[in-house]
């Protein structure tokens, strides 16, 4: 008859063929061996992060489906989400001619302040303390769903939301004298932890070096910075 290959598929599955467990052997440095392995670049986020992925996501009001021709949600969102990136605060105001270091109101010494016959602008110093100008009407979101950001499906640990805070670089001094003449205030990244609604004011806490919020002893800081013990 014909030569014909044998179908040996079948065969694998008997037990004499079945490799042991034991002939694998596990190397100690297992880890080692899997960071060597990288084929190339990775679209997964390998920096670590105490922020959860959704606070990045900016709120658009586009349906989920939507007609051939039209833009798509998820890329209506990664488009925002990549501009808003690209924008600086400090730099925009900056652009405007605005020092963020003058706009916190200080101290002031009556024997230094200018007159009108003095002809220098302005006359009158910075007073006003900026949430005053602040304008709720037209936020994409409340305070409390900011807030709600911070809390991924699933769990039960809020985590901080990402933000900048116009914040004093003495932070001794900052909280002993907010209007002290000698604080620098400069645009910080924080994490929001909480938000008081009698007052309007966000709970924040600065990040470090590596952009995490981290407690005294190196702990992320989760529900608004309030433990089991309170």
């Known amino acids: 008859g014909p030569h014909v290959h044998k179908d040996l598929l079948r065969q694998a599955d008997l037990e004499q063929h079945t490799p042991k467990v034991t002939t694998f052997k596990t190397p ?7 960071e060597k392995q990288v084929i190339g670049p990775t679209t997964e986020i390998l920096t670590k992060s105490d922020f959860p992925l959704q606070a990045f996501k900016p709120k658009v009001q586009i349906p989920f489906q939507r007609l051939p021709g039209q833009c798509p949600r998820k890329i ?4 925002r989400r990549r501009l808003y990136r690209s924008l600086d605060i400090a730099q925009l105001l900056s652009n405007e ?8 109101p200080r101290h002031q010494d009556p024997d230094t302040m200018p007159t009108i016959e003095d002809k220098r602008d302005p ?16 936020d994409c979101r409340t305070p409390e769903e900011w807030i709600l950001l911070g809390l991924e499906p699933g769990s039960h640990e809020r985590k901080p939301v990402p933000g900048k805070a116009l914040l004093p670089t003495d932070d001794l001094l900052g909280h002993e004298d907010p209007k002290s003449q000698k ?17 309007k004011l966000y709970l924040v806490h600065k990040t470090d070096e590596n952009g995490l919020v981290r407690d005294e002893e190196g702990k992320p800081i989760v529900n608004g910075g309030v433990t089991a013990e309170g």
């Open 183 to 199: 604080l620098i205030y400069k645009w910080t990244d924080v994490g929001v932890l909480d938000y008081d609604k009698e007052t």
């Open 123 to 138: 006359i009158f110093p910075v007073y006003l303390p900026l949430k005053i100008f602040d304008n709720e009407e037209y």
């Open 76 to 79: 209506e969102i990664e488009r």
């Open 28 to 34: 100690e440095d297992f880890g080692r061996c899997l």
């Open 97 to 104: 001619g605005i020092d963020s270091n003058e706009l916190m």
